[in-house]
């Protein structure tokens, strides 16, 4: 049975609930970078984020409401590059695959975005799955910020 899934919009008073996700140690070894982010840090970045006209940052609630994880999508002419993680305790249960699904459906329902890119580190087997079963195609394999990466690409239906 497919999980319920609402997206709404991010906004400032999300940045502890965000700045905790980004930290969680999960989320920080599929990360380019793997080091913490400090508190101050987050803060001047999801600022910026929320002003950016090419940045969409939705937050994921279950059916109770509650916030389970976080997509984004940062555009640059007719191209966006997503990112995407769920809140501890939300992994394993079909969330990912429907949040990249629901986060495209929106994405392009909202913009003139064409293409969706994805980059996955190699070892991310999990977020590999969830971006081909969310309908991306894989583009093969790329060196990106010193690592080998799964280049994932969606275009408009």
């Avoid at 920080?28 to 002003?51: C, G, M, N, Y």
């Avoid at 555009?75 to 394993?92: C, I, M, S, Y």
């Avoid at 079909?94 to 929106?106: C, K, P, V």
Wanted: charged fraction near 25%; aromatic fraction near 10%.
């Amino acid at each position: 049975m497919t999980p319920f899934l609402k997206l709404r919009p991010a906004t400032k008073e999300d940045s502890r609930l965000l700045f905790e996700w980004a930290n969680d140690p999960e989320v920080r070894a599929t990360a380019f970078s793997t080091e913490q982010i400090p508190w101050e840090d987050h803060v001047r970045w999801l600022e910026k984020k929320l002003l950016d006209s090419h940045c969409t940052i939705w937050i994921a609630l279950d059916e109770t409401m509650t916030p389970i994880g976080q997509i984004r999508f940062d555009l640059q002419d007719k191209n966006a590059e997503v990112d995407v993680h769920l809140a501890p305790g939300q992994r394993g249960k079909g969330y990912g695959t429907l949040l990249i699904a629901e986060g495209l459906h929106s994405l392009f329902r909202s913009t003139k975005c064409v293409a969706v890119h994805s980059f996955v580190k190699a070892d991310n087997t999990t977020s590999r799955q969830a971006f081909l079963r969310a309908g991306f195609q894989e583009q093969g394999m790329e060196h990106m910020h010193g690592q080998e990466v799964y280049h994932f690409l969606c275009k408009r239906p």
